[in-house]
């Protein structure tokens, strides 16, 4: 590891107005994960067109901040009201809002708080350490190996992710079809474009981003507001005792190793993360009869992994230039907007940004644990705010900032027709999460299935005899073949119950 | 019952079932504020677009040239695409009528059809008489009508929310969005 270009990656975090950006964008994402509607990444969609105007790292530093910041935030409405403001703090709902109603909100907020900032600040020392050496060997990926990782993502994001998955598969696939719009790159023929001169350059990625989870949650939450208003138990005594401290440090623990582990994964990141640590704690408990009713490992664990999570998915993002999941594809397209090409050689080229980036998470993770404690009264009030006073305000900034990246009109109107499509895509139960990344890694994936198809002489088989492309493409298989294994197994278990257990130890 | 008096001793056997639990209680906790589900007819429309999006791309993509494999042309990989998204909407409409994802269109769904309507009028209109008007427009309608706000506090919102963009674009980041004053 460059000791230097880390050393100097600080000295840029601590500059005062990376440290505000830093700040600014931790709030954010405190305030959106406790307003239960927009999420993470239709909020760094919405403001992705400020990375037009501000310095890079600044700007991937704050809009880092939201990520990891809607962390914490979602975890305040999930113990008070029951509400869960993320996908990734729902099961904190079980046991923090079970603590909540024994008068004991402060304490699962306040171990949420350390778990949280344990688990992010053990992620990030992995990552200082792992980052470096992953970049270092991607280097030597050439088109194959890019292509084989690019389609085991998107797999993987159709696969793991909430809902049916045929239906994620099509969202998916749907998204790489968008990402061959315009001309082409090999031949100069034009693809999809019905003549327009606007879209011949191909479809804007943050426009469609905006579009697809802006807009289309705008509109969706337009619909399923409902009037009511939310009264949140009371807190006091935010700092846990010591026996909750004992009892929850090895859920921290774990909660760390797992969250770490899944958010790598493609398609894991901090929901998959939260459910694993729970589903761990409840499972070696020696009494998981306490899990619902109020149990402080209850909370620790999913908070501690979502935050570990929500950190380790940065390592594909800015070592392979891989985003693994929707909020990562949103930084990807930042850093394609400032210019700057994620993958194995940003170290390298870009140490500014990449251990900015990396460094700004020490700093924002020790920020968001001062302010969230004391902070959560605030945060309370926020949600007094009525959701019909805050729509026009995002919708506002949704349409001026889309103009602002062009001026052009047409860009809005390219935004709107997509959040008419993310808006009906929920309504038919298609998640717009898989389309968006899909459409990332598709101007990946068929560059480089075109280019290893060239280099391979037109062989298609070479796309997985070389040995790291041939081990993705193993775990491809694997992915792509284990429903139908499920499957297959759970036929077998249905007619006896004694080959069931034996499946079991084969799994 | 002997079965499970052997698993006892080996809790890892009760993995499965754990996480599936949970994820079910998940999918309950999230469906609880959710409108009723559209039922089959929604999900064929579903997947009858997405079999139109897939087939309409598999015969455009083919007029725009395989080529070989050594030499792949234009259409190649959008058709292979293409092909998928057919196959894969072709599950969906044999598989998938019993799903029950899909939410149903009520009253309500008239809010964000308004809501459309006043994007397209913004930008439609910014260009001409600049976005101080249509952007105050755009809130009271939002606030007043799609929002059930009083007279009272639209009119404090959506003033303060213009002035401040006009602040905030045009002075503070600099941005030149058309303006009126």
């Known amino acids: 590891m460059d000791l230097n ?21 931790v709030l954010i994402g405190m305030l959106i994960g406790v307003l239960p509607g927009l999420g993470p990444s239709a909020t760094i969609a919405i403001l992705l067109p400020i990375v037009y105007s501000v310095d890079p790292v600044s700007a991937i530093i704050m809009l880092a901040g939201i990520y990891y910041g809607a962390q914490y935030g979602g975890t305040i409405t999930s113990v008070l009201l029951r509400l869960p403001g993320e996908a990734s703090t729902v099961v904190t709902v079980f046991d923090g809002f079970a603590l909540a109603r024994q008068g004991k909100a402060g304490t699962a907020l306040g171990i949420a708080a350390i ?14 350490l792992v980052a470096p050496v992953v970049a270092g060997w991607a280097l030597d990926f050439g088109p194959q190996e890019y292509a084989a990782l690019a389609l085991l993502g998107v797999l993987l994001v159709a696969t793991i992710g909430s809902g049916n998955t045929v239906k994620a598969l099509i969202a ?42 802006g807009v289309g949650e705008i509109l969706y939450n337009l619909e399923e507001r409902h009037g009511k208003a939310h009264v949140p138990a009371k807190v006091s005594n935010v700092w846990p005792s010591r026996k909750d401290l004992r009892q929850s440090s090895g859920a921290i623990g ?55 999570a929500a950190t380790s998915s940065f390592i594909p993002l800015l070592t ?16 394609l907007v400032l210019n700057v090409q994620p993958g194995p050689q940003l170290i390298e080229e870009r140490p500014d940004v990449f251990w900015g980036v990396v460094n700004s998470m020490y700093l924002g993770n020790l920020i968001l644990l001062m302010l969230s404690i004391p902070l959560v009264g605030l945060f309370v009030r926020i949600l007094l705010v009525r959701p019909a006073i805050l729509a026009p305000l995002t919708a506002l900034i949704t349409i001026l ?24 895509m929920k309504k038919a139960g298609f998640e717009p999460g898989p389309m968006v990344l899909a459409f990332v890694l598709g101007l990946i994936l068929e560059d480089n299935v075109r280019r290893s198809l060239i280099i391979e002489n037109g062989d298609p088989l070479g796309l997985v005899t070389r040995p790291i492309s041939g081990v993705i493409f193993a775990a491809f298989l694997l992915v792509a073949l284990w429903p139908a294994a499920k499957l297959v197994f759970r036929r077998r278990k249905a007619p006896a119950v004694a080959p069931a257990d034996r499946d079991h130890t084969t799994v | ?80 695409v293409s092909l998928l998204i057919t196959a894969l909407s072709l599950a969906l409409l044999v598989g998938g009528r019993q799903l029950a994802d899909s939410e149903r269109f009520t009253r309500s769904s008239l809010l964000p059809a308004i809501g459309i309507l006043t994007f397209l009028g913004l930008g439609a209109l910014m260009p001409a008489v600049g976005f101080e008007i249509p952007s105050l427009l755009l809130c009271v309608i939002w606030l007043r009508f799609l929002g059930g706000e009083t007279w009272r506090s639209t009119i404090l919102v959506s003033v303060g929310a213009v002035a401040a963009f006009y602040f905030l674009f045009l002075y503070g980041l600099g941005i030149p969005l058309p303006h009126l004053f």
Request: proline residues 5%; aromatic residues 10%; negative net charge.
């Open chain 1, 320 to 335: 392979l230039g891989i985003p693994a999941n929707a909020s990562m594809a949103m930084l990807f397209a930042a850093l």
């Open chain 2, 1 to 80: 019952m002997t079965m499970s008096d052997e698993r006892a001793p080996r809790p890892e056997s009760g993995e499965p079932d754990i996480l599936a639990e949970l994820q079910a209680e998940v999918a309950e906790e999230l469906a609880e504020e959710r409108p009723p589900a559209g039922g089959p007819a929604y999900q064929v429309v579903g997947a009858l677009v997405t079999l139109a999006v897939g087939v309409g791309g598999t015969v455009l993509s083919y007029g725009y040239g395989l080529g070989t494999l050594r030499k792949p042309g234009a259409g190649m990989w959008p058709f292979v």
């Open chain 1, 401 to 424: 900032g889309v103009y602002t990246i062009n001026n052009s009109t047409f860009d809005i109107f390219v935004m709107v027709v997509f959040g008419i499509i993310g808006y009906l």
């Open chain 1, 5 to 25: 270009a880390f050393a100097d990656g600080f000295a840029l975090v601590t500059e005062p107005h990376n440290m505000l950006y830093c700040l600014i964008g």
């Open chain 1, 254 to 308: 774990r909660g760390s190793v797992i969250g770490f582990g899944l958010g790598v994964l493609p398609g894991g990141g901090a929901v998959m993360s939260s459910l694993a640590a729970y589903a761990t704690e409840k499972r070696i408990s020696k009494h998981p009869e306490r899990f619902g009713r109020g149990a402080v490992e209850g909370v620790a664990a999913p908070e501690t992994a979502n935050n570990a």
């Open chain 1, 115 to 128: 778990g949280s900032f344990v688990g992010a600040t053990v992620s990030i020392v992995i990552m200082t």
């Open chain 1, 172 to 213: 998916a696939t749907i998204g790489l079809l968008l990402a061959t719009v315009g001309q082409d790159k090999f031949t100069g023929a034009e693809r999809f474009t019905f003549g327009s001169l606007e879209l011949q350059g191909g479809l804007d990625f943050v426009i469609v981003a905006m579009g697809l989870f």
